[in-house]
């Protein structure tokens, strides 16, 4: 009975999920669902990919956090539109959370729509927000044994951001180790590996994901 | 409806908790609930407080993750008895798996369990799975905002654990701003920082452990 209502929540969260995706492909936006731990480096990353696609891309973000809402006034400190959805001790975002917050956006004077997740590698694995590309940050300090530890969510994602990538002489994490476990589990994955706070790789980043949106197959 | 039943679930773990509790309290064994981020260092600090306090307790671990043995084969290693759960996508441990591992082990061999709990700074905050003490590990390279953005699980907590503290200089992680955070939600807990590749503070911490399953009040 519980399992029937869980996957009854699951499939209503999918439609949902298609019509904010054809909401956002109709209006011309180009959406990104953000996962990771909490603490991998996130909101850093907006930070530095903003700066490296500024003359590129109109941003604007959705933060979500269990409580508060200090990621969104770093956003907002760069003059980028953003709101706060505050889950209130839930785990994940889901579709409706979502096609409540659009509400609040411009969606003609927006190119990019960020989705910063709730920090969690296991619970946002499972719900479709209606992004276009769903992009999962693992930082070196977390250590190269997370992609077999937690595969869903790693299985589920049209990019790996291996973050962190200044301080790796200063852990055990190996490279080839993580991008061969992403392998095992996603064929079709990108690999980037950067630095927000040294700007490692981030053009190559913002290159990439400019690209991804120009051949976004369903955009109009 | 669906509030009522998420309600009646914790009702029963809770029930099923306090069993478990009073059935570790009657064998004599102490028993950690530690928790924390993926990658915060949970199971390498278990490596370093079981060197640290060999010679004063016989440990035992149960090992809580979505898929795979990584870390029970790495706990194996020290000869240290250990149970791996796999919960096979769920988000954390509940009173029940915990009830069921137990059987595995000969608990009047052992003076400490340690439960390390699914990578998780959101679900399992609210499952109490039995234990007489629960810590929060926070290691600087997730940030010090993290106690503010998931305040639950540290309100909930006997200790915070500071961990990785020897990379403190590469990060921008300030521990005054983390430990007034945690002193906001949380008047009692003890906070230790330390670093289990270098062993920095870990006697401290052992000593701390050790002086708890003393002082354990409902200890037969």
Redesign the interface.
């Known amino acids: 009975m ?1 399992i029937v ?1 869980a996957k009854q929540l699951l499939k209503a969260n999918d439609q949902l999920a298609e019509e904010n995706r054809r909401h956002f492909s109709e209006a011309g936006v180009f959406v990104v669902n953000l996962v990771g ?4 480096g996130k909101t850093t990353l907006l930070e530095g990919l903003f700066a490296a696609s500024a003359d590129r891309l109109a941003p604007a973000v959705i933060e979500g ?4 809402q ?2 969104a006034e770093r956003i907002a400190k760069l003059n980028v539109p953003v709101v706060q959805i505050n889950t209130d ?3 994940h975002l889901d579709a409706a959370m979502i096609a409540a917050a659009v509400e609040g956006f411009d969606l003609a004077a927006i190119d990019m729509l960020v989705i910063e997740n ?6 946002t694995a499972g719900f479709d927000l209606g992004e276009h590309l769903r992009v999962v940050v693992l ?1 070196v ?3 190269d ?2 992609i ?5 969510i790693f299985q589920r994602s049209d990019a790996l951001l291996i973050t ?1 990538i200044d ?1 790796l002489e ?1 852990t055990n994490f190996d490279v080839d180790r993580a991008v061969a476990d992403y392998r095992r589990l996603n064929a079709d994955g990108q690999v980037f590996q950067v630095a927000a706070l040294t700007g490692q790789a981030m053009d190559t980043l913002a290159d990439w994901i400019v690209n991804q949106r120009k051949n976004q197959p369903d955009r109009v």
Do not use: F, M, R
Not at 37 to 40: A, K, L, M, Y
Not at 65 to 68: M, N, R, S, T
Not at 148 to 152: G, I, S
């Open positions: 519980k209502a731990s909490p603490g991998c956090d269990i409580a508060g200090i990621d001790g839930a785990c709730v920090g969690n590698l296991v619970c930082s300090t977390e250590g044994d997370k077999a530890k937690y595969p869903a962190k301080l200063h």
